[in-house]
């Protein structure tokens, strides 16, 4: 079992949609990030956090500590949102741990 | 801020040969990360730095692996004798002081392939 998990692994969605996508993880951590990777590499960070929650924009990650879960919300999506979305957890020696990502396409 | 620089972007090369790259994160970001990522995957860690220090190693790096960062700023990741499951992204990230409440910046990657 991999120590972070995520689902759903690929997401479709209509233009305008919310979306929800959610990871799990097992280990003791620091803090815990989304991240944003478009094809080609790039990652950029969207969230940082490591309680309750965080607004950016359409952009909504929330985080419960005590279970080990949290979800990262899209509201009114856009084709431009599609991109793999990876959860990944700061460790307490400050590396990351990644989950596999989530490849959301997003219709007109 | 001109962002974490990574070079070369891409890297195609024959089985058995050696590779470098370089990183260059953000000025005054003391801490540079290397990571892997195969296709499908999410990036898997491989080592980091504090300033030239290197911290800690993945059991991922093998021997045919070394990263450098002599100065404490821009760093070098070899792979020796390169094989064919060495083709990934190779992503460099690094974040400032006061870590612990800073995120990690991501460089765009380089790209092996072996052939």
């Known amino acids: 079992k991999n120590e972070v998990e995520q689902s759903p692994q690929n997401l479709t969605a209509q233009e305008g949609e919310f979306i929800t996508i959610n990871c799990s993880y097992s280990?003791?951590?620091?803090?815990l990030h989304w991240l944003q990777q478009h094809p080609g590499g790039g990652i950029v960070s969207l969230f940082m956090l490591s309680s309750g929650k965080k607004k950016h924009g359409r952009l909504i990650a929330t985080i419960n500590i005590q279970e080990k879960h949290s979800s990262l919300h899209i509201t009114a999506s856009h084709p431009r949102d599609s991109a793999v979305y990876i959860c990944?957890?700061?460790?307490?020696?400050?590396?990351?741990?990644f989950g596999t990502g989530t490849r959301l396409q997003v219709f007109p | 801020d001109t962002g974490v620089s990574q070079d070369p972007r891409h890297k195609i090369t024959k089985r058995g040969q050696n590779v470098t790259f370089r990183c260059d994160p953000i000025s005054e970001h003391n801490r540079l990360y290397w990571y892997r990522q195969t296709l499908g995957q999410g990036p898997e860690f491989l080592t980091y730095f504090q300033n030239e220090a290197q911290l800690e190693k993945s059991r991922l790096l093998s021997d045919r692996f070394s990263a450098e960062r002599p100065k404490g700023s821009f760093s070098t990741l070899e792979i020796q004798r390169t094989e064919q499951g060495d083709s990934a992204m190779y992503l460099c990230?690094?974040?400032?002081?006061?870590?612990?409440?800073?995120?990690?910046?991501f460089g765009d990657g380089t790209r092996l392939s072996i052939l």
């Open positions: 280990v003791g951590i620091s803090a």
């Open positions: 990944a957890v700061r460790s307490n020696t400050d590396k990351l741990i």
């Open positions: 990230a690094s974040s400032p002081p006061g870590h612990s409440n800073q995120p990690q910046h």
